[in-house]
């Protein structure tokens, strides 16, 4: 028997990342609240992704899984969506300016937002933010924050409640925390890479992907070590171990916690990683176990995580024991806009 870790996105989160998917970019802002309706998010912390109503006539597998790429799609080029990250900026105890201005410690590239907006203060847990003195009415009226204007305020990040959110017209500054300490997380709804993307390739459908796993619930506070692109390690709840057999072999793949009630969420790597497939492996999302204790894993529904689109998401590294020997021709494809050159 192999044992097989799958583990969830952190930050994938942020980054971020559907009717039986979740997806995660990580909401950043208020705005996300616009795009909510009939709703799940890809992972935890993940973006907020349309999803069309349940129909009341049942479709075949494979005509529901077109429906779920086509929403996934859509989601992807959605304001506010993983496709928006232009940057990602840690905040180091001590002093840091923000603006646009090619001075800044923290540089906004963007002309909606002012030279000169102000400056961060970082001692520990306590942020502050203070507006420049050389800010002018006019300017200050272009940006918000916390959902009002602008002004000196105590900022707070995303590990409880609502973190705070600068807003300038397309652009999105998120106090988030991530690698042990606070950062600015930087989204453009004017992103290059929102502009040119079309779609993502996938495979095509294929049933024998789709497999029945037993379940069995891991005791109470258990955890997992997590190890993102960063080289960051940390400790993510374990939820359960899924017993399952691919291709003729057995697998223990064990599921952190999903973003639906009941639900998991696990990430694996296979022989298609660096060619077909994103390097840094993909995503799976696992519907709530049946009254028998047993959960369906469709690996038709694999998808990349935030970091095959932006290189500013902290997406988890599969360990040497997630990884499939065999490859897994099924789910998306590598994306055409970070595809690696032939």
């Given at each position: 028997m192999h044992a097989l870790f799958l583990i969830a996105s952190v930050g994938c989160t942020h980054s971020s990342y559907p009717p039986r998917v979740s997806t995660a970019p990580e909401p950043s802002s208020s705005r996300l609240s616009a795009n909510s309706t009939a709703t799940?998010?890809?992972?935890?912390?993940?973006?907020?992704?349309?999803?069309?109503?349940?129909?009341?006539?049942?479709?075949?597998?494979?005509?529901?899984?077109?429906?779920?790429?086509?929403?996934?799609?859509r989601s992807l080029k959605a304001p506010q969506s993983w496709l928006t990250l232009t940057g990602l900026h840690f905040l180091a105890d001590g002093a840091h300016t923000l603006g646009s201005d090619p001075s800044s410690d923290v540089r906004i590239d963007s002309p909606a937002f002012p030279a000169r907006l102000g400056q961060?203060?970082?001692?520990?847990?306590?942020?502050?933010?203070?507006?420049?003195?050389?800010?002018?009415?006019?300017?200050?009226?272009?940006?918000?924050?916390?959902?009002?204007?602008?002004?000196?305020?105590?900022?707070?990040?995303?590990?409880?409640?609502?973190?705070?959110?600068?807003?300038?017209?397309?652009?999105?500054?998120?106090?988030?925390?991530?690698?042990?300490?606070?950062?600015?997380?930087v989204r453009n709804d004017e992103s290059p890479v929102r502009r040119r993307f079309e779609s993502i390739d996938a495979f095509p459908y294929d049933p024998k992907f789709v497999?029945?796993?037993?379940?069995?619930?891991?005791?109470?506070?258990?955890?997992?070590?997590?190890?993102?692109?960063?080289?960051?390690?940390?400790?993510?709840?374990?939820?359960?171990?899924?017993?399952?057999?691919?291709?003729?072999?057995?697998?223990?793949?064990?599921?952190?916690?999903?973003?639906?009630?009941d639900?998991?969420?696990?990430?694996?790597?296979?022989?298609?990683?660096?060619?077909?497939?994103?390097?840094?492996?993909?995503?799976?999302?696992?519907?709530?176990?049946?009254?028998?204790?047993?959960?369906?894993l469709d690996f038709n529904r694999a998808y990349n995580p935030p970091c095959a689109f932006t290189a500013f998401a902290t997406c988890p590294m599969p360990p040497r024991s997630n990884?499939?020997?065999?490859?897994?021709?099924?789910?998306?494809?590598?994306?055409?806009i970070m595809r690696p050159t032939e």
């Open positions: 799940t998010s890809i992972g935890p912390n993940a973006d907020a992704i349309a999803i069309p109503e349940a129909s009341e006539t049942r479709i075949d597998p494979e005509s529901e899984w077109q429906r779920w790429r086509e929403a996934r799609v961060i203060d970082v001692a520990g847990e306590l942020i502050r933010f203070t507006p420049a003195a050389s800010l002018d009415a006019k300017e200050a009226s272009r940006v918000t924050l916390h959902d009002q204007p602008l002004g000196m305020a105590n900022l707070r990040d995303d590990r409880n409640g609502k973190p705070s959110v600068f807003i300038a017209g397309p652009v999105t500054l998120t106090l988030v925390h991530r690698n042990g300490q606070a950062a600015l997380r497999v029945e796993a037993a379940l069995r619930r891991a005791p109470p506070r258990s955890t997992i070590d997590i190890t993102n692109v960063t080289g960051h390690v940390e400790q993510q709840p374990l939820a359960a171990v899924l017993s399952v057999t691919i291709q003729g072999s057995q697998f223990e793949l064990s599921a952190t916690p999903g973003s639906r009630p639900s998991l969420f696990v990430v694996f790597s296979d022989a298609t990683n660096g060619g077909d497939t994103y390097s840094g492996g993909r995503f799976l999302d696992v519907d709530a176990p049946t009254d028998q204790g047993s959960v369906v990884r499939l020997p065999f490859p897994v021709k099924a789910g998306e494809r590598h994306p055409p």
